[in-house]
């Protein structure tokens, strides 16, 4: 009686998944015609800074970038990701109080701890080196990319891709006009260009709150005890891997120079952006709220076998698209095949560890914390890794450190989802 009852679930379960993967190409075809025009403008702004200013000029703006990344994750407190995973499995009478409950509390830490950041402004100057400057700048860029989280989260849980969609090229139409209004100066400042992007992102969120569908404020304490015990446990993981995914910009900055800090970003920060954005601001639009009402150990148990071929054409991809940009951004960014080769691999190997991360800290909080548990093994080698490749063979110490950091990073989170879903059917099991 097993054997047969094994025999007419795998059918149901290989039925559901192709039922979700028709869905998600569906879903994903809408996505896809507004992001990838978006990501093209945003993609062609990069290119002329880059080819007009120059390595240096690159690579103090991807610094500011990288920073600003890194504030988003303690005032955002992982609420964009309660979203994903709540909103969507919300009843219709509950997703009004589940946003105003989110946005209500993240405005509270955003005021508390933007206000917190800029009165540490000196003593960042004084200990870390970091301009006020480039420190208020980051804070700036910190508060619009944690807003355009949030606002996005309600239209993802909500499945209104087309929204998200419109929003993202008006504000990326919005932003261009202004940056290249701030090229055009006789010499372009680096702090303009980054509050440009910032306004970019205030754009979006504007227009994303208002499709979401809010009525009048409501607040739910115990879906708030909620929010933040799954967001905390969330923003966990998600600063460990920020600190892997832009971290090496900044432990960078004092082992390079200018010029090779913005070649290393030309290498790896920028293609590295495209993939990451591809995945989790167009594929993951998608594939989180999904993931939420899945039965992702089915998804795990299908999919592992088609690893390594899914690694290989990544990584052909990624080499052409990096042959590429190299050759966009212009003389001064040219680079040896060696640096190409080691730039791919890194960027295919962050991408796919990015794909397992999100497989396993969706299944609920005791998953997130065993993910961030395998990013927080491989950050000591990030940190003494990293500068010690640089400061001894320079920028290609730099690029082979960090492959090697996310491969180690991608081969735990491996293991960790398989002894987690391992552990999960013993348990069912019995």
Not at 246 to 264: C, N, P, Q, R
Not at 269 to 274: A, D, N, S, V
Request: aromatic share 14%; with cysteine.
């Amino acid at each position: 009686m097993n054997t047969v009852s094994t025999s007419e679930e795998m059918p149901d379960k290989r039925g559901s998944i192709l039922l979700m993967l028709r869905k998600l190409l569906s879903q994903l075809s809408i996505v896809l015609g507004f992001n990838l025009t978006s990501y093209a403008l945003r993609f062609s702004v990069t290119v002329v800074i880059a080819r007009e200013l120059g390595p240096a000029f690159y690579g103090n703006l991807a610094f500011i970038m990288s920073l600003s990344a890194l504030l988003f994750l303690p005032m955002a407190m992982g609420q964009h990701s309660v979203m994903y995973k709540y909103l969507s499995t919300a009843e219709p009478d509950q997703r009004n109080e589940r946003m105003w409950t989110v946005f209500a509390g993240n405005m509270l830490f955003v005021l508390l701890i933007g206000s917190a950041l800029f009165a540490c402004s000196e003593w960042i100057e004084s200990w870390l080196g970091i301009d006020e400057a480039v420190w208020s700048i980051a804070i700036l860029l910190a508060v619009g990319n944690n807003f355009q989280a949030i606002s996005e989260s309600f239209l993802r849980g909500q499945s209104r891709f087309l929204s998200i969609g419109v929003a993202r090229l008006v504000s990326t139409i919005f932003m261009v006009i202004t940056m290249i209004v701030v090229l055009l100066q006789s010499q372009p400042n680096v702090f303009w260009v980054a509050v440009v992007f910032s306004f970019g992102t205030f754009t979006f969120s504007l227009m994303a709150l208002l499709r979401a569908g809010l009525r009048r404020p409501e607040f739910n304490r115990s879906f708030y005890g909620l929010s933040l015990k799954y967001g905390g446990s969330m923003m966990l993981g998600q600063i460990l891997v920020a600190v892997l995914f832009e971290g090496d910009i900044l432990l960078l900055k004092g082992f390079l120079t200018e010029s090779d800090l913005g070649l290393y970003a030309a290498h790896l920060g920028l293609l590295k952006q495209i993939f990451f954005i591809f995945f989790v601001e167009i594929f993951c639009v998608v594939l989180l709220p999904a993931l939420a009402k899945a039965n992702r150990s089915s998804i795990w148990a299908a999919g592992k076998a088609y690893l390594p071929i899914a690694i290989l054409s990544l990584y052909s991809l990624s080499f052409i698209a990096l042959t590429l940009l190299l050759r966009l951004f212009g003389h001064g960014f040219s680079s040896s095949w060696l640096y190409t080769v080691l730039g791919s691999a890194a960027i295919t190997l962050f991408t796919f560890f990015q794909l397992a991360n999100h497989l396993l800290t969706m299944d609920g909080g005791r998953a997130a914390r065993i993910g961030s548990i395998a990013v927080a093994c491989c950050l000591p080698f990030f940190i003494v890794g990293l500068p010690l490749g640089a400061a001894q063979y320079g920028l290609t110490g730099a690029l082979a450190s960090i492959t090697l950091v996310y491969g180690a990073m991608l081969m735990v989170t491996l293991f960790a989802l398989k002894i987690y879903y391992s552990d999960r059917f013993i348990g069912e099991a019995s």
